[in-house]
């Protein structure tokens, strides 16, 4: 059981991860865009971060995600056996 959590949680951590570079532009305003450029920063940095608005949207769509990868692994059994096969099969040697 604790082996079965462990490992969902493992693959929740990588899609929110993966999540979190998506989603960390949204909404992002740049000190050019505000023309208030701090001296000593690039023109491309965030004039503000809202940490909690970034992971909050980040656990939400992760946890969205994550369901769909879970309800098609385990009620409809789709897995990477079940992705069609690109390249060439060496098996017969």
């Given at each position: 059981?604790?082996?079965?959590?462990?490992?969902?949680?493992a693959v929740?951590?990588?899609?929110?991860?993966m999540?979190l570079?998506?989603?960390?532009?949204?909404?992002?305003?740049?000190?050019?865009?505000?023309?208030?450029?701090v001296p000593?920063?690039?023109?491309?940095?965030?004039?503000?971060?809202r940490?909690l608005?970034?992971?909050?949207?980040?656990?939400?769509v992760?946890?969205?995600?994550?369901t769909?990868?879970?309800v098609?692994?385990?009620?409809?059994g789709?897995g990477?056996?079940?992705?069609?096969?690109?390249g060439?099969?060496?098996?017969?040697?």
């Amino acid at each position: 059981m604790l082996q079965t959590f462990l490992q969902g949680f493992a693959v929740y951590f990588i899609v929110w991860w993966m999540t979190l570079f998506a989603v960390l532009p949204i909404g992002l305003r740049t000190q050019a865009e505000d023309d208030d450029i701090v001296p000593g920063t690039v023109h491309s940095a965030p004039t503000r971060f809202r940490p909690l608005f970034t992971f909050s949207l980040t656990t939400l769509v992760s946890a969205v995600i994550y369901t769909l990868w879970y309800v098609s692994s385990t009620y409809f059994g789709w897995g990477f056996d079940a992705l069609p096969q690109i390249g060439p099969s060496f098996s017969n040697v």
